[in-house]
């Protein structure tokens, strides 16, 4: 399976950005359909963005929905997710996922593999 490996993470005020890196390795097929998601303290795990990497299709949690982008650097098997606007409820360690399904061409938050994970505080 993949490996996936989080960077990015830090601290800002709101209003502010943050732009999360992923890089991937390993066998290709858990890499068709990538993304993130997030869980803070006490929370569940929230699906955040996923992106089905053949197509470019994505979707988003509402909660994020135009403030955040997910996208893929193919040349650098680099998933990335441009968070913008952040407000003080995107705190949580945010994870870069893998293995999810595609149906009708959409993706889904249904992610087998992640990574450890980076740290978002948003103050």
């Known amino acids: 399976h993949v490996q996936l490996v989080e960077s990015g993470g830090g601290s800002v005020q709101a209003g502010g950005s943050l732009r999360l890196s992923c890089a991937a390795s390993?066998?290709?097929?858990?890499?068709?359909?990538m993304g993130w998601f997030r869980q803070a303290p006490g929370k569940d795990r929230e699906g955040v963005a996923a992106?089905?990497?053949?197509?470019?299709?994505?979707i988003y949690s509402d909660s994020v929905k135009g403030r955040f982008t997910v996208s893929q650097d193919n040349t650098k098997n680099t998933l990335l997710l441009q968070m913008d606007s952040l407000n003080p409820e995107d705190t949580a360690m945010y994870y870069c996922?893998?293995?999810?399904?595609?149906?009708?061409?959409?993706?889904?938050?249904?992610?087998?593999?992640w990574g450890q994970g980076t740290q978002v505080t948003v103050s």
């Open positions: 390993g066998y290709t097929y858990s890499s068709y359909c």
């Open positions: 992106i089905a990497t053949l197509t470019g299709s994505t």
């Open positions: 996922a893998a293995d999810c399904t595609v149906v009708a061409g959409s993706p889904r938050f249904d992610f087998d593999f």
